[in-house]
């Protein structure tokens, strides 16, 4: 099996994603034995952020871990476990509200796939960008 | 989440309609537009204040930033209004051709109409100190009265709060007000008499920091709009506030920080790498406390808290320019008349002519530009409103119906807080307020 970032370096779809986890300097943490539950938002979910968003973002890292961070669980859940909680702490210490168990809706993205099992966790990939608040 | 709102269009049988008072406001906003009617006399109005805003503005953040990275904690900090030149030519790192993010086309450097009022004032040529003593100047107190709302009122989200009684803050702190009166003994020993007086000013002085780092955003953007509107290219509210929502997302992750400078030394009060952002720690705060909340004015208006003029609760403050009553705030002293006659020497043309034409003309041009600027900042909290339903809660143009009625329950709860019967909402509904 392969790692979380691994899983996403492959699909394709998670370019921007994944040079944001290399820019926020979070890859060494993710590539750690976890486990963790990301959820993965796709590229057209940055693409959809206001232009400059995502620059000023990348500029920053600290700014930009505490985003990327708002999208990662510590421990490994899947669907089932998640719906059965209405919030979950977030590494970055802001709850995210699982809104809906069917469609599976986290806070105001809609999970598009889930339960993408790796070695270090799972990844449920999502539509848009989740932000704290 | 989408662009710009107005590219979104609300699929209006998908829900019933709201029957909120503000049920039109509520279904105005769904539809991408603004609190504040689209007309093209709001559009006049806000543009010309927003540039009448920013001119002093962009005195506003350079001087907090100068007072919280330099003057620090002078003990009699009488010349903390007279900034040095390096910060009054310190690049804002929104315009200019240095800028990573160009927000505005002009120059990084202080506004020209601002120099030319320095060096001039509303009288003639001469030295800054007689300027200053004549109160002939940019009214800085108003910048600081925004400073402190924003200390007082604390806690409004974010965590730059929590940060400010943390130890890690606290060790920081210590560190920066032993370098900066290391050849001062008298206040070194005030200091280990009372550490926690010193503390709190040093608190302060990081807020003087984050609003300083706010306003250099809000300046250039300004500006912008106003260049905008002058080559015909902002020829709506919804686009005048669309552009602040894009602006908003933006410079959302902007690092807030607090950093001081002894000589060519940095001590770090709050360094970048605490992940504090504009949005979260200066933007939202500053819209709740200083343009919702602020708090009872010495004035011409007495309140009396024990008959409950005054609220229990901070939450319920309003005395921003929301709800304010603009004719007895409107006396000398008081934050948002300094932020009147502020604006007042840098209104563009189209707005004095505006003013001649209605009500007492130039006698109570400052009334009128009061309530414009209470209109310009009903578009600025549609644009935060509307910031914030992009980015927690769901487009407009959704399909879903339960996505459209959760849009519509945060619409109708920021509406709430209109209610009340100090608030200008309906006010502004109609051109007649003047």
């Not at chain 1, 492959?10 to 290399?22: I, Q």
């Amino acid at each position: 099996m392969a790692s979380i970032l691994e899983t996403a370096a492959s699909v394709g779809a998670f370019n921007t994603l994944l040079a944001a986890v290399d820019a926020a300097g979070l890859r060494g943490a993710l590539e750690g034995p976890g486990p963790f539950t990301v959820f993965a938002p796709v590229d057209d979910a940055f693409a959809a952020l206001p232009p400059g968003t995502v620059q000023t973002l990348v500029d920053n890292p600290p700014q930009l871990a505490r985003i990327l961070k708002y999208h990662v669980l510590s421990g490994a859940y899947s669907r089932e476990q998640l719906v059965a909680q209405d919030n979950w702490e977030s590494l970055e210490g802001a709850p995210i509200p699982i809104r809906s168990q069917d469609p599976f809706e986290v806070k105001n993205a809609t999970v598009v796939n889930a339960d993408v099992v790796c070695d270090n966790g799972v990844v449920h990939v999502i539509d848009r960008v989740i932000l704290p608040g | 989440m989408t662009s710009s709102a107005t590219q979104e269009r609300i699929q209006a049988p998908l829900i019933p309609p709201s029957t909120h008072r503000f049920a039109d406001v509520i279904h105005r906003l769904e539809a991408g537009g603004s609190m504040l009617p689209d007309t093209p006399e709001n559009l006049k109005q806000i543009i010309g204040i927003y540039k009448a805003y920013a001119v002093p503005m962009d005195f506003y953040w350079r001087d907090l930033l100068y007072i919280a990275e330099r003057v620090f904690l002078k003990p009699l900090p009488a010349f903390k209004y007279f900034i040095s030149k390096e910060y009054l030519d310190r690049p804002n790192s929104y315009a200019g051709d240095q800028s990573k993010l160009r927000i505005w086309r002009g120059t990084e450097k202080a506004h020209p109409e601002l120099l030319e009022f320095m060096e001039r004032g509303e009288t003639v040529r001469m030295p800054k100190l007689l300027h200053h003593l004549w109160h002939d100047r940019v009214n800085m107190e108003f910048a600081e009265a925004c400073m402190q709302a924003m200390l007082w009122h604390q806690g409004m989200g974010g965590r730059f709060n929590d940060y400010l009684e943390s130890d890690a803050y606290k060790a920081n702190a210590d560190r920066a007000i032993k370098a900066y009166f290391k050849r001062n003994p008298l206040m070194l020993a005030l200091y280990a008499l009372f550490p926690d007086m010193f503390l709190e000013q040093v608190r302060q002085l990081s807020y003087t920091a984050n609003l300083g780092l706010f306003w250099e955003v809000m300046a250039p953007v300004f500006f912008e709009m106003s260049d905008l509107y002058d080559e015909g290219k902002l020829s709506s509210v919804p686009e005048a506030m669309d552009f602040l929502v894009n602006g908003i997302f933006a410079v959302a992750g902007r690092p807030i920080y607090h950093h001081l400078y002894i000589g060519e030394e940095c001590y770090e009060i709050i360094p970048k790498s605490e992940g504090f952002t504009w949005l979260y720690e200066a933007a939202l705060p500053y819209v709740e406390a200083v343009v919702y909340r602020t708090s009872p004015f010495r004035g011409t208006k007495r309140y009396n808290a024990q008959a409950q003029q005054v609220p229990p609760d901070q939450a319920d403050f309003h005395y921003g320019i929301l709800y304010a009553d603009v004719f007895p705030v409107g006396s000398a002293g008081i934050p948002p008349t300094l932020l009147m006659q502020d604006m007042l020497h840098f209104l563009p043309p189209y707005l004095k002519d505006l003013y001649k034409q209605h009500k007492r003309g130039e006698e109570d041009e400052l009334i009128q530009l009061g309530i414009t600027f209470q209109r310009s900042m009903y578009n600025v909290t549609s644009a935060v409103i509307q910031a914030l339903r992009c980015a927690l809660l769901y487009p407009l143009d959704d399909t879903n119906p339960e996505h459209l009625m959760a849009n519509r329950r945060f619409f109708e709860a920021q509406m709430d807080r209109f209610l009340r019967p100090e608030a200008r909402l309906s006010d502004i509904q109609s051109q007649d307020y003047r």
